[in-house]
């Protein structure tokens, strides 16, 4: 979270004020802002009781455990399990063994669970699909009873009869307006409210099921109820909740001696306090890079103001790593966590960390010393794999390309373990080359009674060059094309929800590079193929939150913003669609989460004011008329296909005010689909077939350009675009390797990778070598000829990856030669 500078000048204010007077010892910060107890000793307990009904087909003779969770920590480290015992007045045999259980908590706890088995190792409820439930939430105000179904288990089948589900709105109570983003959890499955306010739960078992809504960012006050689920039915439930004002609550924290110098964070159960709402690797939820850093005010003391919303229950804790490493510990040893409700006026926290460490084990200092290469900005991460690779962890720099990092828990769950480091958190990418790739080996330590002290050296980075680039060719005369040809950057999708904070992190560096336009590429996910779902996965996708902040960065940076919203797919395009069944039920299915993707980033694009929305795709052409796959078979698109796009780009266009495009390539027939009616602009991936070598001369590739605009792009310009007046806007790119056949015909020589291979950030390709200066001479071809056409009115460079400088063989310019000459190209063109 930022801070403000006039929060800043006060907080130093503050800081100062505070020593100053406390070292008089007549006056503390307490008599200028009221001083919060986050003593739970003082707190209204109340109780909550908890019937389950089981399925029958549950293994007998086993335990069946409540299991309460800490996200702050991690949902897979830090359950508290909590034995059930048979309801006996409640049984009934013909719909399931009921168990309960009644634990105590302070009020207005919001509790977050999940059900258990635990026989050999425990066994961990799941959804009607074989999803893992992430939890069940339930908010305890006064005293409780929750009443919930177990679905299945992870070892047996779905015992119940057919399942229904939970629909509806959720709304504003103020305005009435859709609320978007908010978390809604019911039966054990989560969904996130589109940008219209809906959200559906399906897959839920007969019963009453307790139905919450929750703001990831505390927004709005959570609202619960219970709701009554019938077989194949839908429950409807519309909501209001209630938004919260913010109030301004300030962390002041004594930390134990030894503690590093402007490391400390706090880490909590909100969005803004680092807090993703997904998994993580290694069972962790909150990522460093969104935590709240304190500012060391001197003598061991750190502190931080926050705005926080009135009303929301805040768990925190102080950490130099995240939830799970280097997090505050009891005394004894003990995770720590701290809890109170933000009240309506201005407070202070005053707290103190007992200590970094747990267990009888010392630290661990890592003191890292990177290559001179390494690019200025970048930060250094370490991550560590006591089971599993889990969430990387920034250094601290104490000089140029010298790094360190001191860790101090949870040496007493842990034993060996081993590590590695990488630039920007991108470990798996970015990674030392010593330790590089998805699962490698890593450098190992084992802690000890004794502090350690481990000097290491990274030699070279995986995919970063060692010697600088030759400088570019110099540019050709450039007619300037004025400000309303579009000069754009186009970025790749995120993977994982910290893409989403670099994304943020580099879209003023992409303002510098001269371009009037940046393409966000938000996600959702197919998490299922028959019948098809498409929808948010936190784990992978961002936010309602983390898009809303890349959209007002780039409008604050003067930049137009497009929102060109795209599919994860669980494995390759082509392959998915060869392998789904593709009846009519399966194409209205299909359609049906189509048209609910394409409204949610319609309104979406409305309301967080972007300029532009683009749809389309090649992905796609299966389910246009007349859609074949890629072995060329017809793919059995529904005969009317033309005038369901018809209806879903008219319901576009009555939800977004904005310019409308349509990206594709060029087409196989001469037939326009009736859907380009409510289309403003075709942004065409344009591919001339560029064989660069190296006794390929630029004029000869000019030429091979130029045949391509003049040939084929112009006469799907002028035969589809130029009698409506719709705008041609090219979307260029180019994998950094040497020697590419962009050539996949049958007929072609030597080995032929599509682009797709290169659209991911380090691409395993051995038959190719590194190619930048291939990449940059492709881009000064595209910016030398396509400009120069007066038909065309803007191109778009694709692919551009954010967290990090990679020299790698992707389509991604970042930190490679054809970036900065990109940058002179788009200076000259305006």
């Known amino acids: 979270m930022s801070i403000s500078r006039p929060k800043r000048m006060l907080l130093s204010f503050i800081f100062l004020l505070s020593f ?62 909590h034995p059930m015992e048979p309801a006996l007045g409640d049984a009934n045999l013909d719909q399931g063994l009921i168990y309960k259980a009644t634990i105590t908590v302070p009020q207005h706890t919001i509790i977050k669970y999940r059900y258990t088995r635990q026989n050999q190792y425990a066994v961990i409820e799941h959804t009607q699909d074989d999803e893992q439930v992430r939890y069940r939430m339930a908010k305890a105000d006064n005293q409780l009873e929750i009443r919930d179904v177990v679905s299945k288990w992870s070892d047996t089948s779905y015992y119940w009869s057919e399942p229904g589900r939970i629909s509806g709105i959720i709304s504003d109570s103020s305005t009435g307006e859709p609320v978007p983003g908010m978390l809604v959890i019911g039966g054990g499955v989560q969904a996130f409210t589109t ?79 680092g807090n993703t709402f997904g998994n993580l690797p ?11 850093h304190l500012t060391f005010a001197g003598d061991n003391h750190y502190g931080i103001i926050l705005s926080l919303p009135v009303g929301a229950e805040i768990r925190y804790k102080y950490t130099l790593g995240d939830g799970f490493w280097n997090a505050e510990h009891a005394e004894d040893g003990s995770f720590s966590m701290r809890r109170f409700i933000v009240p309506e006026y201005p407070i202070q926290n005053t707290d103190e960390v007992f200590t970094w460490k747990s267990g009888t084990k010392d630290s661990i200092t ?102 600088s680039f030759a400088a570019n060719a110099p540019l050709p005369a450039i007619t300037p094309r004025g400000e309303n040809f579009i000069t754009g950057i186009e ?67 003067g930049l137009h913003v497009a929102i060109h919203p795209q599919p994860h797919f669980p494995d390759d395009p082509p392959d998915w669609w060869m392998n789904a069944p593709l009846d009519f039920s399966w194409w209205n299915s299909w359609f049906d989460q189509y048209h609910a993707f394409a409204i949610h980033f319609a309104e979406t694009a409305q309301i967080q004011g972007a300029d532009m929305l683009i749809l389309g795709g090649d992905w796609l052409t299966p389910a246009l008329p007349g859609g074949k796959l890629k072995n060329g078979d017809p793919s059995g698109v529904p005969a009317d296909s033309g005038l369901r796009w018809v209806e879903i780009m008219n319901d576009v266009n009555a939800r977004f005010s904005g310019t409308i495009a349509w990206t594709m390539s060029l087409p196989s027939t001469s037939s326009i689909p009736d859907h380009f009616e409510h289309v403003d602009q075709v942004h065409l991936n344009w591919n001339p077939r560029l064989a660069i070598t190296t006794d390929t001369t630029l004029e000869e590739l000019v030429n091979t350009a130029n045949l391509s605009l003049d040939g084929e792009v112009n006469t799907f310009w002028s ?112």
């Open 719 to 830: 035969t589809w675009l130029k009698t409506d007046d719709k705008l041609l806007v090219l979307r260029v790119l180019y994998p950094s390797v040497s020697g590419w056949n962009p050539d996949c015909s049958s007929d072609s020589d030597g080995p032929c990778y599509p682009i797709s291979t290169f659209t991911t950030p380090a691409p395993i390709v051995a038959e190719y070598e590194t190619g930048f200066s291939e990449q940059a001479l492709a881009y000064q071809v595209y910016l030398s000829t396509a400009p120069n056409k007066s038909w065309i009115s803007g191109i778009i460079s694709q692919g551009y990856y954010a967290p990090a400088v990679l020299h790698d063989k992707s389509i991604s310019i970042h930190g490679k030669p054809a970036e900065s000459l990109l940058q002179e190209w788009y200076f000259k063109l305006k």
């Open 20 to 81: 100053t007077l406390s070292s008089c010892g007549s006056i503390s910060l307490g008599d200028i802002f009221p001083t919060l107890n986050t003593d739970s000793s003082d707190e209204v307990m109340v109780d909550v009781t908890f019937f389950v009904q089981i399925p029958l087909n549950t293994p007998e003779g086993e335990i069946i455990y409540l299991s309460t969770l800490d996200e702050v920590t991690g949902l897979g480290v830090n359950a508290t399990a």
């Open 195 to 273: 940008a219209s306010g809906s959200y559906m739960l399906p897959g839920l078992p007969p019963g009453v099921h307790n139905l919450v809504v929750y703001a990831p960012d505390g927004t709005y006050q959570e609202i619960q109820q219970g709701a009554e689920v019938a077989s194949q039915a839908n429950t409807e439930a519309n909501l209001a909740i209630t938004p919260r004002e913010y109030v301004d609550v300030t962390f002041l924290v004594s930390v134990p001696i030894g503690t590093p110098e402007n490391s400390v964070r706090l880490v909590g159960n909100l969005y803004q306090l």
């Open 366 to 467: 890592f003191d890292l010393w990177t290559p001179e290469n390494t690019p200025v900005g970048e930060k250094v991460y370490i991550q560590f794999n006591p089971y599993g690779w889990t969430t990387p962890l920034p250094m601290t720099e104490v000089a140029p390309n010298h790094w360190v990092f001191i860790l101090f828990s949870p040496f007493d769950i842990l034993s060996d373990l081993t590590y590695r480091y990488c630039r920007e958190g991108e470990c798996g990418i970015a990674d030392d080359a010593a330790t590089s790739g998805i699962y490698p080996e890593g450098r190992a330590v084992s802690p000890s009674a004794e502090p350690q002290y481990i000097a290491d050296t990274v030699e070279d980075w995986a995919w970063l060059e060692s010697t």
């Open 491 to 557: 970025l790749m999708t995120a993977s994982k929800p910290a893409d989403s904070v670099q994304m943020s992190a580099a879209i003023p560096n992409i303002a510098g590079l001269n371009s009037s336009w940046v393409i966000l590429t938000p996600t959702w996910t197919f998490t299922h193929q028959n019948p098809p779902v498409i929808e948010p996965n936190p784990n992978q996708d961002p936010l309602w939150i983390d898009l809303s902040t890349m959209t007002r960065i780039a409008l604050t940076e």
């Open 282 to 292: 290694g069972g962790m939820n909150t990522i460093p890079s969104r935590m709240p």
